[in-house]
């Protein structure tokens, strides 16, 4: 069964606190997402990884980073945590170029609440 | 630009009465649509995709036919049950080979028994 896997499901952080959210997916796809998801706001792209080191900022990056150093794995990192960023992150996986039929794998979500 | 419009939620139906959540897009050339759902507690998968206009997608009992001259793809179905329950996007890919989809803002669909 195919699987995106998110490292914490619920975290609480404190404000200007250093947060890493872990996502590693076992599919082999080349693309890698992170997507903040807020009532009434739907998903936004955070950042974009179309392969290990490359990287792309979505519509939302301020405040955030990325690293992937190996295909399955996309870390997003806040580097001073604020409250405005307690949210839902959703991480997806898909494939690349003619194999990509449009479909993003989700993983289960990680709530992040910053006190 | 790219962009999806859903209805406003949230949306309460008790069993077996029938479903539409609207979603309406702009995009440049030919996108292809989604419909993704989100249970509690879960991430999104995929419900039913459509590539080119006029063509109808479905799975589990849902249905959503591209409609270029109405740029929608609005979500049905005819009877639907509790375990319907969840958070339902839609979505483009604004052109064949685009990585990234532009996602609506969701409609959270309640069914009462």
């Known amino acids: 069964d195919v699987k995106v896997t998110q490292s914490s499901r619920y975290l609480v952080k404190r404000t200007g606190e250093k947060v890493f959210l872990e996502c590693v997916q076992d599919m082999d796809h080349e693309n890698m997402f992170w997507y903040r998801q807020d009532p009434g706001l739907g998903l936004r792209l955070i950042y974009f990884?179309?392969?290990?080191?490359?990287?792309e900022k979505g519509d939302i990056p301020e405040g955030y980073s990325v690293s992937r150093e190996k295909k399955e794995r996309f870390s997003l990192i806040l580097e001073s945590a604020s409250t405005n960023q307690t949210s839902m992150y959703l991480c997806?996986?898909?494939?690349?170029?003619?194999?990509?039929?449009?479909?993003?794998?989700f993983g289960e979500g990680s709530r992040l609440t910053v006190l | 630009g790219n962009s999806v419009t859903q209805m406003e939620g949230p949306v309460t139906l008790s069993e077996e009465a029938f479903l539409t959540i609207n979603c309406t897009y702009t995009?440049?050339?030919?996108?292809?649509l989604f419909w993704y759902v989100q249970y509690p507690g879960e991430g999104l998968q995929l419900l039913l995709k459509?590539?080119?206009?006029?063509d109808k997608g479905s799975n589990k009992g849902f249905e959503a036919t591209y409609r270029k001259e109405t740029t929608s793809f609005h979500l049905e179905k005819g009877s639907v049950q509790v375990s319907d329950s969840a958070v339902y996007f839609c979505?483009?890919?604004?052109?064949?080979?685009?990585?990234?989809?532009?996602f609506g803002q969701g409609t959270r669909l309640t069914i009462n028994p």
């Open positions: 997806a996986s898909s494939q690349q170029g003619l194999a990509n039929t449009g479909e993003l794998f």
């Open positions: 979505a483009l890919r604004p052109i064949q080979g685009a990585q990234k989809l532009v």
């Open positions: 995009a440049t050339g030919y996108p292809s």
């Open positions: 990884s179309y392969d290990v080191k490359m990287k």
């Open positions: 459509a590539t080119k206009a006029d």
